[in-house]
């Protein structure tokens, strides 16, 4: 992501959106804030498509690239080690591959990157977002005067001719 342009900024936008609108009926329909946090939190176990998103697509590959070959480097260390006899299991394999790679320099950066780009994402959607919704409340508006002001006309019309019968 160290060459990030407005063309991947624009691809993420409209990945997020997308997951945004697939699960759009699930969070506007929790009772909390918190709720709405913990489905988002456990979407991966409740949404059958959840890894059909493109957005979770592309994260997954981006990590794949990024950290792939320090989880094989760490996978092949520990499995040697366990064929020397100093482990046991696949749990242990899994724990410490995991434990490593979180604790390694490239998990940090990875994650560092990764929160600045979706920072600028996220903020953009926003931006637009109020844009839109500005923009729609000046829409109303407008409607509302041209109603308003076609109320009066019609009635001043109605007026007029009114009075010019009786006259």
Sequence with gaps: MSHFTCEDEALL??????????????ITGAPSVECA?????????TDENFHNYEFVKYLRQYICSTLGSFIEEETEKC??????????????LVQHVTKKTRESKEYREMMHSLKNVMMVVVESL????????MRNK????????????????????DS????????
Aim: glycine fraction near 6%; charge should be negative.
């Design 13 to 26: 936008q409209s990945m997020l959106r997308q997951l945004l609108q697939s699960v759009k009926e699930k």
């Design 37 to 45: 946090e913990e489905i988002l939190l456990h979407l991966e176990e």
């Design 79 to 92: 499995t040697s080690a366990q064929n020397q006899g100093e482990g046991s299991g696949y749990d242990t």
């Design 126 to 133: 926003i931006n637009k977002f109020e844009e839109d919704q």
């Design 138 to 157: 000046e829409m109303q508006r407008k409607t509302r005067e041209e109603q308003h002001s076609g109320y009066y006309t019609d009635n001043c019309s």
């Design 160 to 167: 007029d001719s009114s009075f010019n019968q009786v006259c």
